[in-house]
């Protein structure tokens, strides 16, 4: 109940492509959903944020959906660069709870030019 | 900016030594957590604190302890060092329930 599941693992796409990542959990007391992003010798940082009051939210070309009844979310990558490559990570944290937020595995993603 | 700073980017350190991970945020946040990163296991919680002396176990607690003296410094000690411990340790800080993690850049340590 604790988990949230991250999928896929891997991504490669060319330059200008839709990158899509995609993550489901179980328990419904989350009410924080994070994405992260991290680059090679970097720590993770934080990407976008969505609350489950809105469905989606955009910042630039990273755009969070969020499917409350499927309970999922997903980050979407418009014209994906080169740049954006990178291990991205998908989190949760509950109302209520303790402070901590809950990881997906991350999913390493290669843009090629 | 707001920064998370740990002590050291890379260590080496020998199996059975008492190891200490140092971390300092200047943000003034009540919580601050370690996370050990491995390839395809993702961030794992060590332990956290949400005020100064106060922790919590998380998943991964075993072989580990943490110190927290001051709001802005939180330690983590590796009691007696094992290969198994061979990981990217980060360290975070958050202020409260709104908003996300700060982390830190890592300490990569490798124990032979």
């Known amino acids: 109940q604790q988990q949230v599941k991250q999928s896929p693992q891997s991504l490669i796409v060319q330059k200008g492509g839709i990158s899509i990542i995609n993550c489901a959990y179980e328990n419904t007391a989350f009410d924080y959903f994070p994405w992260y992003q991290q680059f090679p010798g970097k720590g993770p940082a934080l990407l976008i944020a969505?609350?489950?009051?809105?469905s989606e939210k955009k910042e630039g070309r990273f755009t969070i959906s969020f499917n409350k009844s499927a309970k999922q979310f997903s980050l979407h990558i418009m014209d994906s660069q080169p740049g954006d490559s990178a291990t991205y990570f998908c989190?949760?944290?509950?109302?209520?709870?303790?402070?901590?937020?809950?990881f997906g595995k991350g999913m390493k993603l290669t843009v090629n030019p | 900016d707001v920064k998370v700073t740990q002590s050291s980017r890379y260590l080496v350190k020998r199996t059975g030594e008492k190891v200490f991970l140092e971390c300092v945020q200047d943000?003034?946040?009540?919580?601050m957590f370690w996370y050990r990163q491995d390839p395809g296991l993702g961030l794992r919680l060590i332990y956290f604190s949400y005020d100064v002396k106060m922790k919590e176990k998380g998943d991964i607690p075993e072989g580990y302890s943490v110190s927290r003296e001051k709001k802005e410094r939180f330690s983590l000690i590796l009691e007696s060092a094992s290969t198994n411990q061979t990981s990217m340790y980060l360290c975070a800080s958050r202020p409260d329930r709104v908003g996300g993690y700060t982390f830190g850049s890592g300490t990569r340590l490798t124990v032979v």
């Open positions: 943000m003034d946040h009540e919580n």
């Open positions: 969505i609350r489950p009051d809105v």
């Open positions: 989190a949760a944290s509950m109302k209520g709870g303790s402070e901590k937020l809950v």
